[in-house]
């Protein structure tokens, strides 16, 4: 019987909770989530681990305290990358949520800089939502493919570029109290008049476009993702919404790659953002419309 060479251990995917990922999807691509922190008032919770979306939107519901996220620490990034080599990971790629909002990033950067084990690198996805959560995934399939690091980190650099967020809101309230509101500042004055679309710009949340209505809003929105098809992948991020199978429906025929991905948008993008919020969030294809696999 011929020897057979045993294969490399394989790099593993580790990312934070503003992913918004599924426990079944974090599952199903062997991914390690490092958990930010969400606070009410003085009580701290651990994102999905203390708090599942559904505690969390019935808390926003309520009257008191407007919750508050805080990055994890540098060790919580050095656990999970332990956990990874222990688990028999020959590598590490993390994928944070943006430093333009957040420093989860400076916290996942400094856990890699102390740690040696196995050769860890980290890269800001400049997303949050789905939009990592996307990142996460195709990262988690080609690592599972036996792509190296360096080819995983090339890969998704690009498809960093390739990434589009984009949301409606029930109001800014949530937005304006948690600072997160960057260049969305100026809805501000005609809130009363308009249902605000955001978008993710350069890492940071920032004004999109001034809908009269909600319904035009989401309309606005699905006009937006199909004009940028044929597409690698897409999800939708559900934020409390009672309209979230009507912004399903007008995405459905989009021609995309992979299956559609939807989920409840999470206590970290959540704390900023408020009730009745939905995300759509979607990576253009590298492939020109019209061109086969």
Not at 166 to 185: N, P, T
Not at 209 to 216: D, I, M, N, P, V
Not at 221 to 245: F, H, M, N, Q, S
Request: glycine residues 10%.
């Amino acid at each position: 019987m011929a020897w057979q060479t045993p294969p490399m251990p394989g790099v593993r995917i580790v990312t934070d909770s503003a992913c918004d990922l599924t426990d079944e999807l974090v599952a199903k691509h062997n991914v390690i989530v490092v958990p930010l922190t969400i606070r009410f008032g003085e009580e701290e919770l651990e994102d999905r681990r203390q708090l599942s979306p559904d505690d969390f939107w019935d808390r926003c519901r309520g009257k008191g305290a407007l919750p508050a996220t805080a990055a994890p620490s540098p060790g919580s990034f050095v656990t999970a990358y332990q956990r990874a080599a222990d688990e028999g990971a020959g590598a590490v790629l993390c994928l944070t949520l943006s430093s333009g909002v957040s420093g989860t990033y400076d916290s996942a950067v400094a856990a890699a800089e102390s740690f040696t084990t196995v050769p860890v690198r980290v890269v800001d996805t400049r997303s949050l939502t789905m939009g990592q959560g996307l990142i996460v995934i195709a990262a988690a399939e080609e690592a599972a493919a036996g792509a190296d690091l360096d080819t995983l980190v090339a890969s998704t650099l690009d498809r960093i570029g390739r990434v589009r967020v984009y949301g409606v809101l029930g109001g800014l309230d949530f937005l304006q109290r948690g600072g997160r509101i960057g260049g969305a500042q100026a809805l501000l004055g005609s809130l009363l008049s308009i249902k605000p679309v955001i978008q993710v710009k350069d890492g940071e949340v920032a004004e999109e476009s001034k809908q009269r209505t909600r319904s035009r809003a989401l309309a606005y929105l699905a006009a937006k993702v199909a004009g940028d098809a044929p597409l690698e992948r897409l999800g939708v991020a559900d934020g409390a919404c009672d309209d979230i199978a009507d912004v399903l429906a007008q995405i459905s025929a989009i021609e995309v790659d992979h299956p559609l991905v939807s989920v409840q948008l999470g206590p970290v993008v959540g704390s900023h953002t408020g009730p009745n919020t939905v995300g759509v969030c979607y990576i253009v294809s590298a492939r020109p419309a019209g061109a086969g696999e």
